[in-house]
């Protein structure tokens, strides 16, 4: 019990305290884990209040797609239409839309940019959005022309209470 209470008093840095419960090495270096860069991770997607996601990549490309609770709203998704690359989006534009056996529903672009890639994975595997919405189901990848829109979008927690208030 007080072994549990220890290790909810430490940070997440636990290369610092493994060596000191245990002479076993976990490898030639040990994994360091800081709060900050969990909390990146936690921050990485932004969403929209029509359900749409966006997560702004190292090369400051932002790759596109619906949330788990829209596609779950949807159903099985049988068609994806998606833009062109070199489309150019203003925020809110229509960009394609996902047809599913219970609806259809348009796409939003998040921010304003030019389409660089779709995911033509989609095209034979329209369920990719059901299956993996938040990796292999990704939309489309976009330039972010105005950074500052991102300020305006929510992040997960955000995200999570605008869901609960419209389940109400």
Not at 77 to 86: A, E, N, Q
């Amino acid at each position: 019990m007080a072994a549990c209470g220890l290790f909810r008093c430490l940070s997440y840095n636990f290369s610092t305290v493994l060596p000191l419960l245990s002479p076993l090495r976990l490898g030639p270096k040990p994994i360091r884990r800081t709060l900050a860069s969990y909390s990146r991770l936690l921050a990485a997607l932004k969403f929209t209040d029509k359900h749409e996601w966006i997560r702004v990549e190292d090369d400051g490309i932002g790759t596109v797609g619906i949330s788990n609770f829209a596609q779950e709203a949807l159903g099985d998704v049988v068609y994806c239409g998606l833009p062109d690359v070199g489309t150019q989006l203003a925020q809110q534009d229509e960009f394609g839309a996902l047809e599913s056996v219970k609806a259809a529903s348009e796409l939003y672009s998040p921010l304003t940019g030019e389409v660089v890639e779709v995911n033509t994975l989609l095209a034979d595997k329209p369920g990719l959005v059901n299956k993996s919405c938040y990796k292999d189901g990704w939309l489309m990848k976009m330039t972010i022309a105005n950074p500052t829109e991102l300020d305006a979008l929510m992040d997960e927690a955000a995200y999570e209470r605008y869901i609960r208030s419209i389940e109400d």
